[in-house]
């Protein structure tokens, strides 16, 4: 392995990580990082290559504990991770998967385009007449959050609650600076309130309720088919994924366009392009950076050996600007229309939300890109927050030149083109 070093914490990786990620690439790109131990993976064809790899497994809650004082009580969080679909592998996790991905199928994503669509309105709606828009706080926040919360058949009125308790788990997850022994206990303080909350909201279905998701789980959990705590662990699951990384990418994508005036308006020209550069968006500013995998055999890639029990980092932002895959990657290109990056991941874990990610920000780009050519950033240079593994900025606000919101947005049938959700066409 190269004795190599890299900075991946300091402020010039923070504000653009890929011109270390290309060097990684290039001289070191099976790389292990002397201060956490983990082993980077830079290029596409190995990140791709682990990811269909059963000698890497999903169960990385151990080391994600490693650090965390003794006197923090993370029982309750190890609870809820243990079950998850993301850490569960094999027979299991297909199985959970069925349950826990049925509100996500191609079918289902279709039958939300329109709500969607409604939802996403009704919040443009609601910014008429302002002149500046502050993209996270007014759009990119509340948009997935009512959107999940619609879908899984909850109630709209906790959502700003909702979003506060992914967001501590989110700032755990993300070893976000900081004590970590705060924010482990906010991370499990949050995770306690929200497994109150699905518990509250699953007692209190009327009874008889069909056909939302929450009702589907109530009835594995009666039927048996499915335990107290894998039906609260993924709903709990569901809910964090679903809010941070769409919120991300409406930001990213906001700021993508933004910064490349040229594309923004061969968008303005061809909205039929709308899907092919969300698709873009996703592979320029992943959302999700890094991924994490630990191996349970020993295994060799790219002549390097990886013992059992080594985390490897699977570095999705970087194989998807891989020079041996996509051509000029550093460019952003709105009819690029190649599927193959990396953003939703692949393989048995590729994300179940990716259809309905897709579907969401291809509704709010519809309505958001007629306004941009009028729009510049006003709260200064774009800070990135200080997290190596998700890619989203500090804050976003934008002012308009000289007209006020208004509901602009570009015509056509547009729901056949979001991707399908269960990713077969990736494998
Ligand atoms: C732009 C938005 C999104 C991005 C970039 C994203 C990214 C990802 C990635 C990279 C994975 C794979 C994780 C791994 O293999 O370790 C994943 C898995 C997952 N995602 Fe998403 N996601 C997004 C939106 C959503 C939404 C809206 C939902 C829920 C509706 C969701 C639910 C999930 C779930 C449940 C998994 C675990 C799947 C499994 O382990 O089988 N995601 N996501």
Known sequence: MSSTDFDLRGPAFIHNPYPTYRAMRDRAPVWRDPYTGHVFITRYDDVLGILKDPRFGSNRINDRLKRVPDDVDVSRLVELLVDRLVMTDGSRHRDLRREVGSA?????????????????????????????LDVLND??????????????????????????????????????????????????????????????????????????????????????????????????????????????????????????????????????????????????????????????????????????????????????????????PDSFDVNRNERQNLAFGRGSHFCTGGGLASLE???VFRQLVPLLPKARIISGPVQWRPTPAFRSPRDLVIEFDSVAITIAEFGGDWYGQVPTADGSSHN
């Not at 303005?268 to 320029?284: K, Q, T, Y």
Request: proline fraction near 5%; charge should be negative.
């Open 361 to 363: 920000l291809v509704s």
């Open 139 to 328: 759009l990119a926040l509340p948009v997935p959050s009512r959107v999940i919360l619609s879908v899984l058949g909850l109630p709209p009125r906790d959502h700003q609650k909702l979003r506060a308790w992914a967001e501590d788990f989110y700032l755990w997850l993300a070893h976000s600076p900081g004590d970590i022994g705060v924010r482990t206990q906010r991370a499990v303080d949050s995770i306690v309130q929200m497994s109150d909350y699905v518990d509250n909201e699953l007692s209190a279905l009327p009874s008889g309720t069909e056909g939302t998701y929450v009702a589907r789980m109530a009835t594995n959990l009666e039927s048996g088919e499915m335990t107290h705590n894998e039906v609260t662990a993924n709903l709990i699951g569901i809910l964090n994924a679903a809010h941070e990384t769409t919120s991300s990418l409406i930001a990213n994508g906001t700021i993508c366009l933004l910064e490349h005036p040229g594309e923004l308006q061969r968008l303005i020209a061809e909205p039929d392009l709308i899907a092919s550069a969300v698709e873009e968006m996703l592979r320029f500013e992943s959302p999700s950076q890094i991924i994490s995998r630990i191996a349970t055999e020993e295994a060799e890639i790219d002549g390097v050996t990886i013992k059992p029990g080594v985390m490897v980092a699977l570095v999705l932002g970087s194989a998807n600007r891989d020079e041996r895959v996509f051509v000029d």
């Open 104 to 132: 996500f199928t191609a079918a289902k994503v279709r039958s939300y385009a329109q709500g969607t669509d409604a939802m996403v309105r009704q919040t443009f709606d609601s910014l008429r007449e302002q002149d500046t």
